[in-house]
């Protein structure tokens, strides 16, 4: 199953990325994973949370350009070649990955949670189960 | 059906109105070398009594009046009537730091609503509408002038004047408003802003717009048009000649009909001032053909545009002037190259951007620079980088084949332009020169 990441705006100066948490922190929305891209004068921040249609309408509401995308989350074992043999079976799957990032952290210290956002995220998932890997839910995801 | 308010005066034959202006033009030309010394003293530089002057063909002999005259002769040197006839002043802005000062009789005040009437009853304006005035109230003449005239053309008036743009919607929605009166860019941000609550072209009950005092493209008109379900009509005023109304579209929406009884227009080339024939492009200049109070002969508008005499559909018979390319004073020098701000907005619009947008000219390392800033919207926003780079080069590659010259483009967030309530300001020239 893949899980919904938001996708935000943000133009590339100081306190722009404050303005956006500072927002999901007065709404109470936490968030599970949170990368930026950037380039000189504008970045996109992407993130996973606990309340995905709350964030989007108050992002909404606050003037920010945010959009879904639908990537896959995965559970790393947090020991050497853990990624490795992950990435073996992308290879194998023949599953083009166009970006990656981990989680901010999870109760269970064993194990690393990673994004991945893939070229076209059906044909990957049905070609990485097919090869015995699985990808988390949206629950899951907000409960590690 | 094309309706008139005017009709005797708008269709008038050719010969009828060259009578009119002749007649009017000798008296005129009487009146100011009687009235106003420092105009007499111009004349007279050049040889020149109101004898020289018999017919609108003696025109081009007069000495031209520009900005610089206005500036010298404020606030009363160029008075037509005594104080005490004079019932009302107008103010420009002053945006360019060049206030100018303008002064009514009543006679003056009625022509001007005569004129904004012609302009309401061209964009279909009857008894049976009701018309929201948008633009500033006040000293800026497009408040009270639309004002005048919609009472003339026997609108419902609303005088809802400038700001609070979800009180200004309240107003649309609830009067059921048919004909809309401000600038483009706020008309633009209306639509913009009635979509966001919902409001689809369909739900909006205007059905007109007559929008001016600033520069704007045709692609521009289409936007508004779309958004607001309306049709869009230009209007073209000078505070210096009244306001709004000396120039006003018809259905035909080819050029502004000059109110021609009032308003002579001349082409010139602004080097030179050689006047030009119709169909050149060259600066516009009026006279005011009956005005008392602030009797203007053959002022230089900085206007770059044309006129045709061409027939029009629409049966009036007065001349006709092309959008403004930008006034003289619009239009930037980047690197050498003239650019009009309009020329950018065009090509934001074809390449589907919001006409909200800021030019920022610098001057780094003895070179010009220009930043085209607009605002990231929902429907172009995608996930990835890459997308929005090859946007931003396919607007860079445009504004390049238009303008010749290489631009830089940044994408903002959304609201960080300031949206005008009155003229939009376009252009920040932060060039120490």
């Known amino acids: ?144 | 059906m094309e309706r008139y308010f005017q009709p005797e005066i708008e269709c008038a034959p050719r010969e009828e109105m060259i009578r009119l202006q002749n007649e009017r033009l000798v008296k005129q030309v009487r009146r100011v070398w009687d009235n106003v010394p420092y105009y007499r003293k111009k004349m007279e530089e050049k040889g020149l009594t109101p004898d020289d002057v018999r017919s609108i063909d003696d025109l081009h002999k007069l000495p031209f009046l520009s900005k610089a005259d206005l500036r010298e002769a404020y606030p009363y040197g160029l008075m037509g009537a005594p104080l005490k006839d004079c019932v009302r002043i107008h103010s420009t802005s002053g945006t360019t730091g060049k206030r100018v000062v303008a002064f009514y009789t009543q006679h003056d005040v009625d022509l001007w609503e005569d004129c904004c009437a012609r302009a309401i009853t061209a964009a279909g304006g009857t008894a049976e509408d009701v018309c929201h005035v948008a633009y500033g109230y006040g000293l800026f003449t497009g408040g009270m002038g639309l004002h005048g005239g919609s009472h003339k053309a026997g609108c419902l008036t609303v005088p809802i004047s400038s700001g609070n743009t979800d009180r200004q919607i309240m107003f649309i929605m609830d009067l059921q408003a048919t004909i809309l009166c401000c600038t483009p860019s706020y008309a633009a941000y209306l639509g913009e802003r009635m979509k966001e609550m919902g409001y689809g072209p369909d739900d909006i009950p205007l059905k007109a717009g007559i929008f001016g005092a600033e520069a704007w493209s045709e692609e521009m008109r289409r936007d508004i048009e779309k958004t607001l379900g309306i049709k869009a009509y230009d209007i073209y005023g000078l505070t210096e000649l009244s306001g709004p109304g000396v120039a006003f579209e018809c259905s035909a929406q080819n050029g502004m009909h000059i109110n021609e009884d009032h308003f002579i227009a001349e082409i010139i080339d602004p080097e030179t001032g050689e006047v030009l024939p119709d169909g050149a492009q060259g600066e516009l200049v009026f006279t005011a053909l009956d005005k008392e109070a602030f009797p203007l002969l053959r002022y230089r508008t900085r206007d770059i545009c044309t006129l045709t005499r061409e027939p029009c559909p629409c049966g009036r018979t007065h001349v006709r002037m092309g959008k403004p390319k930008g006034r003289t004073d619009d239009m930037l020098i980047i690197r050498g190259v003239n650019v009009f701000p309009s020329q950018i907005e065009t090509v934001l619009i074809n390449n589907g951007y919001a006409a909200n947008y800021q030019i920022i000219v610098d001057r780094v390392n003895n070179t010009d620079t220009l930043d085209v800033q607009v605002e990231m919207t929902p429907e172009m926003f995608t996930d990835d980088i890459g997308d929005i780079q090859k946007m931003q080069r396919t607007l860079v590659e445009g504004l390049r084949s238009m303008l010749g010259l290489s631009a830089k483009v940044t994408l903002v967030a959304p609201k960080t332009i300031a949206r005008s309530e009155g003229k939009a300001v376009r252009v920040i020239d932060k060039r120490k020169i």
């Not at chain 1, 990368?35 to 509401?61: P, Q, W």
């Open chain 1, 1 to 144: 199953m893949s899980i919904k990441q938001i996708s935000v705006f943000l133009e590339n100066k100081p306190g722009k990325l404050s303005e956006m948490t500072a927002l999901l922190a007065a709404n109470n929305i936490d968030m599970r994973a949170l990368s930026l891209a950037e380039t000189n004068d504008f970045g996109i921040a992407r993130i996973i949370v606990d309340d995905i249609y709350e964030a989007a309408n108050v992002l909404r509401n606050a003037s920010f350009i945010s959009k879904f995308s639908h990537v896959l989350a995965f559970a790393v074992p947090d020991e050497p070649g853990g990624l490795n043999k992950l990435l073996n079976v992308f290879n194998e799957a023949d599953v083009n990955i166009i970006y990656m990032y981990s989680c901010l952290g999870s109760n269970d210290p064993s194990r690393a949670y990673m994004i991945f956002r893939v070229t076209d995220t059906k044909t990957a998932e049905a070609a990485l189960v097919a090869h015995g890997l699985k990808p988390l839910t949206q629950e899951e995801i907000t409960e590690i």
